[in-house]
């Protein structure tokens, strides 16, 4: 049975989202309110993603990477003959692990007594070296199986110069590209690469895969099944014909402010990017020090199996990520302090947030002070694979320098979570935290998707 004394902390930070390089520069943006939304990048090709799917609505803007998408090649080796057809995201990850391993006082590459395992959030989709992979496997193939049914006078010689021609136009296909093309062979280079060989998986679980790390992870650590735990989660540079895909299952918000919680909200805008997170036991971190603790990892969850249409649909799955990460908790939401929500601007998920919020406060009382509320979708945009991350990176750094941070405020007027003598209110300015005289600062970060998924985790201030 576990309990308390089997908590476990985060030492160990690193994070790089549209504009902000790095979990400090994050943090500095979050303060001053600032958005980071620019216009999408035209297509390489010159051809727009409606010329592919006339019917998409694509947005304006986007919380893009750009050059950020990048590493730093005397902190992770890089192979001389990297280029077109590389899955480029292995390098991302690798870099942000990196960081975070150097923030967490563990140098990469040293030998260590500490076993490490893995858990990375990642969905591999169409990466450039899965399309170049397919390109050499199969599409070629099949292009030349067309022909030869056209043309059945054709000669073998001819169908073989033919697929040469073709297959020269295409980037050369490396022996690394295959293995890096799915997901389960970048996590298992990742763990190879940083000695996390002990336990090492992949959580493709959309908007909530960081969770789903979490909860492995620190189930890990509690078993003792590893000393130190690495969470990653990412989502690499979207391009324009991926956006029009993701756009016939998530609206995409027409403007250029993203507005959730207001009547004129009619959809989202997409971002980018990727956290890493190190998760030690706390009595370990007593025991033989940490350069950083930043806060505590009270509980976690991730539902996958309530569809919408089911009965109380989307409501009903946050609830009971919510509850499972408060189960421990003797007042359950009544101790939390602040609530990183979703926020999307879908309005499907808003609509399930707010129904959540009135129940969980309905019974707050006079004497509790009232719950802040805040998103960092407002400044980043839907990150998609690494949405919970990027929540679980704005909730750390507000429990580690006890500030509630502000989001930006939808300045429209029918903004909904702004109505008085409510039991909550959204944090317009940084404002100090306050601490409670009979409890430690605690804060809730959650996920939604329209498809049925949803996270939680609740975070604990750790003594000083």
Same mark, same amino acid.
């Not at 520069?25 to 939304?37: C, D, M, N, T, V």
């Not at 995201?89 to 260590?112: K, M, R, T, V």
């Not at 407002?378 to 989001?407: D, E, M, N, Q, Y």
């Not at 003598?421 to 959204?426: C, D, H, L, R, S």
């Given at each position: 049975?576990?309990?308390?004394?089997?908590?476990?902390?985060f030492?160990?930070?690193?994070?790089?989202?549209?504009?902000a390089?790095?979990?400090?520069?994050? !943090?500095?943006?979050?303060?001053?309110?600032?958005?980071?939304?620019?216009?999408?990048?035209?297509?390489?090709?010159?051809?727009?993603?409606?010329?592919?799917?006339?019917?998409?609505?694509?947005?304006? +803007?986007?919380?893009?990477?750009g050059?950020?998408?990048?590493?730093?090649?005397?902190?992770?080796?890089?192979?001389?003959?990297?280029?077109?057809?590389?899955?480029?995201?292995?390098?991302?990850?690798?870099?942000l692990?990196?960081?975070?391993?150097?923030?967490?006082?563990i140098?990469?590459?040293?030998?260590?007594?500490?076993?490490?395992a893995?858990?990375?959030?990642?969905?591999?989709?169409?990466?450039?070296?899965?399309?170049?992979?397919?390109w050499?496997?199969?599409?070629?193939?099949?292009?030349?199986?067309?022909?030869?049914r056209?043309?059945?006078?054709?000669?073998y010689?001819?169908?073989?110069?033919?697929?040469g021609?073709?297959?020269?136009?295409?980037?050369?296909?490396?022996?690394?590209?295959?293995?890096?093309?799915?997901?389960?062979?970048?996590?298992?280079?990742?763990?190879?690469?940083?000695?996390?060989?002990?336990?090492?998986?992949?959580?493709?679980?959309?908007?909530?895969?960081?969770?789903a790390?979490?909860?492995?992870?620190?189930?890990?650590?509690?078993?003792?099944?590893?000393?130190?735990?690495?969470?990653?989660?990412?989502?690499?540079?979207?391009?324009?014909?991926?956006?029009?895909?993701?756009?016939?299952?998530?609206?995409?918000? $027409?403007?250029r402010e993203?507005?959730?919680?207001?009547?004129?909200?009619?959809?989202?805008?997409?971002?980018?990017?990727?956290?890493?997170?190190?998760?030690?036991?706390?009595?370990e971190?007593?025991?033989?020090?940490?350069?950083?603790?930043?806060?505590?990892?009270?509980?976690?969850?991730?539902?996958?199996?309530?569809?919408?249409?089911?009965?109380?649909g989307? $409501?009903?799955?946050?609830?009971?990520?919510?509850?499972?990460?408060?189960?421990?908790?003797p007042?359950?939401?009544?101790?939390?302090?602040? !609530?990183?929500?979703?926020?999307?601007?879908?309005?499907?998920?808003?609509?399930?947030?707010?129904?959540?919020?009135?129940?969980?406060?309905?019974?707050?009382?006079a004497?509790?002070?009232?719950?802040?509320?805040?998103?960092?979708?407002?400044?980043?945009?839907?990150?998609?694979?690494?949405?919970?991350?990027?929540?679980?990176?704005?909730?750390?750094?507000?429990?580690?320098?006890?500030?509630?941070?502000?989001? +930006?405020?939808?300045v429209?007027?029918?903004f909904?979570?702004?109505?008085?003598?409510?039991?909550?209110? !959204?944090?317009?300015?940084?404002?100090? !935290?306050?601490?409670?005289?009979?409890? $430690?600062?605690?804060?809730?970060?959650?996920?939604?998707?329209?498809?049925g998924r949803?996270?939680?985790?609740?975070?604990?201030?750790?003594?000083?």
């Amino acid at each position: 049975m576990l309990t308390l004394s089997d908590s476990v902390v985060f030492t160990g930070l690193s994070g790089c989202f549209g504009g902000a390089p790095t979990p400090r520069a994050l !943090w500095k943006a979050i303060l001053r309110k600032q958005s980071f939304f620019t216009p999408l990048p035209e297509a390489p090709d010159g051809h727009t993603a409606e010329e592919l799917f006339p019917d998409c609505v694509l947005p304006e +803007v986007s919380a893009a990477l750009g050059e950020r998408f990048a590493v730093r090649a005397d902190r992770v080796p890089l192979p001389p003959d990297l280029g077109v057809g590389d899955n480029t995201d292995f390098w991302f990850a690798a870099q942000l692990i990196d960081d975070a391993l150097i923030d967490a006082g563990i140098p990469p590459g040293e030998s260590h007594s500490d076993r490490m395992a893995l858990f990375v959030g990642y969905d591999a989709g169409f990466n450039p070296a899965a399309v170049n992979w397919l390109w050499h496997a199969n599409v070629i193939g099949q292009i030349v199986g067309t022909l030869q049914r056209f043309f059945p006078t054709a000669s073998y010689e001819q169908m073989a110069a033919l697929r040469g021609e073709l297959t020269a136009t295409l980037p050369l296909l490396k022996r690394r590209q295959p293995e890096l093309a799915r997901g389960e062979g970048v996590v298992r280079q990742l763990a190879q690469t940083f000695g996390a060989c002990d336990t090492a998986c992949q959580c493709a679980a959309g908007e909530s895969s960081v969770f789903a790390c979490l909860e492995a992870a620190s189930n890990a650590l509690r078993l003792n099944q590893c000393d130190v735990a690495i969470v990653v989660a990412l989502q690499p540079p979207l391009s324009q014909t991926q956006l029009a895909g993701e756009a016939a299952l998530t609206p995409f918000c $027409p403007g250029r402010e993203l507005k959730p919680f207001t009547l004129s909200t009619v959809g989202t805008l997409p971002g980018e990017g990727g956290a890493a997170f190190i998760l030690r036991r706390l009595a370990e971190v007593q025991k033989n020090g940490s350069p950083n603790v930043y806060a505590k990892l009270h509980g976690c969850a991730q539902i996958s199996g309530i569809a919408p249409e089911a009965e109380g649909g989307l $409501p009903e799955s946050l609830r009971r990520a919510l509850h499972r990460a408060l189960r421990r908790l003797p007042n359950a939401f009544r101790d939390i302090d602040y !609530w990183e929500m979703n926020g999307s601007g879908i309005p499907a998920e808003d609509a399930a947030e707010e129904a959540i919020l009135h129940r969980m406060t309905a019974n707050r009382g006079a004497h509790i002070p009232l719950l802040a509320l805040g998103s960092a979708k407002t400044s980043f945009g839907h990150t998609f694979t690494a949405a919970g991350a990027l929540g679980l990176l704005k909730g750390i750094l507000a429990i580690s320098h006890r500030v509630l941070p502000p989001s +930006v405020t939808p300045v429209d007027e029918s903004f909904r979570l702004r109505e008085p003598e409510q039991a909550y209110y !959204w944090v317009q300015e940084a404002r100090p !935290w306050i601490a409670s005289s009979t409890r $430690p600062r605690r804060l809730a970060v959650s996920t939604l998707s329209a498809k049925g998924r949803a996270g939680a985790a609740v975070l604990e201030e750790v003594d000083r």
